[in-house]
């Protein structure tokens, strides 16, 4: 079946599990919004800075052209979620800046203590990078991303004895596209 088939009998699969996936995305963000993120939990979001909606300092958008990925760990503020978009405050060089990020921009969500990722179609650009599993194995080591942190988390406790329970689950539509 090819993408004029999709349309053709008005069903949209691929359309139809983005935006359920998404909202896996959304109801994370309404959690954490209402309650916190819970012990070491945190999130990479990587959104398309040039898609419809998206509103960013201009300096930030001059930074970051086409994405930019943002960490929600121990300093984020009034974090809101509405069924389209999410709006956060972070601090960028000691200035808080407010973002609005539409779900339909965001192009990758990570939880690397859960190990959990999900990587979205967004379509600006039909050959959108794979989600680099190592980027989030080892957030430590790049610089290139912003940490954001939320100040009234408790101290972290260390993480031995964790389980891994089952490995990384990353999830990709490109697995249920017939090409």
Known sequence: ???????????NYEEMVEDALRGVLR????????????????????FRTDAPGVTLPDRLKAQHPESMTIVLQHQFYDLGVTPDEFTVTLSFNSRLEK???????????????????????VGLDDDMDELDDEEFEDEDDDDSLM???N????????????????????????AFRKK
Do not use: C, S, W
């Not at 079946?1 to 069903?11: A, C, P, S, V, W």
């Not at 779900?103 to 969500?109: E, G, P």
């Not at 988390?153 to 990353?170: L, R, S, Y």
């Open 147 to 149: 940490r954001h942190e």
């Open 27 to 46: 109801r994370a963000l309404e959690k954490t919004a209402a309650e916190g993120l819970p012990g070491q939990h945190h999130f990479y979001i990587t």
């Open 151 to 174: 100040a009234d988390d408790h101290p972290e406790q260390a993480g031995d004895g964790e389980d891994d329970k089952g490995g990384d689950n990353v999830v990709t539509l490109d």
């Open 99 to 121: 973002l609005v990020i539409p779900f339909a921009a965001v192009t990758a969500f990570a939880d690397p203590f859960a190990k959990f990722g999900l990587q979205f179609h």
């Open 1 to 11: 079946m090819n993408e004029h088939d999709d349309q053709t009998d008005g069903f």
